[in-house]
């Protein structure tokens, strides 16, 4: 006897499941799986160009450079003016000497304050300690000092530059003088400009060597004054030689020169004291660039 088919059990309904997307959805929080992630800003290798950047916005965002590149103006401006209305109240006219040597006074003065500066672009992140920020953000040291360079180097040379040609057309005014010939315009100066220039890249190369304010200033000063001052203090006959090169290459002997208004009748005369504190900031600045390479922060 055949037994009939048993039917299979019936199945409980499903619900409906919705529809999957045909794409994945990204994954976002805490737990989402760690992946490569593009930037959208451009990424490239910093340059020098970069590096010069960085170091204008430092320089011209601090109290210093205000203040001393201010002192200086006010010096070279003021003191070169009052030489000349003095010079205009005496019964002394001037003849031999051209109108434009007056600006001598201002600059030697002025040029402590291009020093002071010098020193302080390089040093006082030492100080502070933000030199490691420096390196960190451009680990080049080389690439570092030559952009403080450039940058202090124009700014100092610009400044100075304008400050003393609008000195020497008012100074020229005020004593009815005549228009010196274009050489010794361009010397007294552009090649002012350069020459003071130089001896705060000079600073600035001590600076680095050194690593301390106070004592880079400190030297600088001395290498400044301290040759014209010995020189004057030397009466013995067997140390005439010496006294002489003292006074020949001493920095107020050599800004001097460049103004044709010198304090003994040979040494550097013309263009060659540009010469000279070029070839001792070379020096200095390799000099410079061993100590940074060598040394740690």
């Not at 990204?26 to 910093?46: C, H, L, N």
């Not at 170091?55 to 590149?69: C, D, G, Q």
């Not at 107020?252 to 070839?279: C, F, H, K, R």
Request: hydrophobic share 50%; net charge neutral; charged share 10%.
């Amino acid at each position: 006897m055949t037994m009939p088919a048993t039917p299979p059990p019936a199945q409980a309904p499903q619900p409906p499941q919705a529809p999957q997307p045909s794409y994945q959805q990204p994954q976002q929080g805490w737990g989402a799986p760690a992946g490569p992630y593009a930037s959208p800003i451009p990424v490239r290798t910093p340059g020098l160009g970069d590096a010069i950047a960085s170091e204008w916005t430092k320089i011209r965002s601090v109290r210093s450079t205000m203040w001393t590149l201010g002192v200086m103006i006010v010096l070279l401006v003021g003191i070169g003016l009052l030489v000349a209305l003095v010079v205009s109240m005496s019964d002394a006219p001037m003849e031999d000497a051209p109108v434009l040597t007056l600006g001598f006074f201002g600059v030697l003065l002025g040029s402590i304050c291009v020093i002071t500066l010098g020193v302080l672009t390089i040093a006082s992140e030492y100080t502070t300690g933000m030199i490691r920020t420096t390196l960190t953000a451009c680990p080049s040291r080389a690439r570092i000092l030559i952009a403080k360079s450039v940058v202090f180097f124009l700014l100092s040379f610009t400044i100075t530059t304008v400050t003393t040609g609008v000195v020497g057309v008012l100074q020229t005014a005020m004593l009815d003088g005549a228009t010196p010939d274009t050489g010794f315009w361009l010397r007294s100066t552009v090649g002012i400009g350069l020459y003071v220039a130089t001896l705060g890249l000079l600073s600035l190369a001590v600076g680095a060597i050194v690593r301390h304010s106070a004592g880079a200033i400190t030297i600088m000063i001395a290498v400044v004054l301290l040759p014209l001052v010995l020189a004057m203090f030397m009466f013995s006959a067997s140390l005439a030689s010496v006294q002489k090169a003292l006074f020949e290459y001493s920095i107020p002997n050599q800004i001097g020169a460049m103004y044709d208004a010198t304090v003994t009748s040979s040494g550097p005369t013309g263009w060659e004291p540009l010469w000279v504190i070029l070839g001792v900031t070379a020096v200095a600045m390799a000099g410079a660039f061993f100590a940074l390479e060598r040394r740690d922060v």
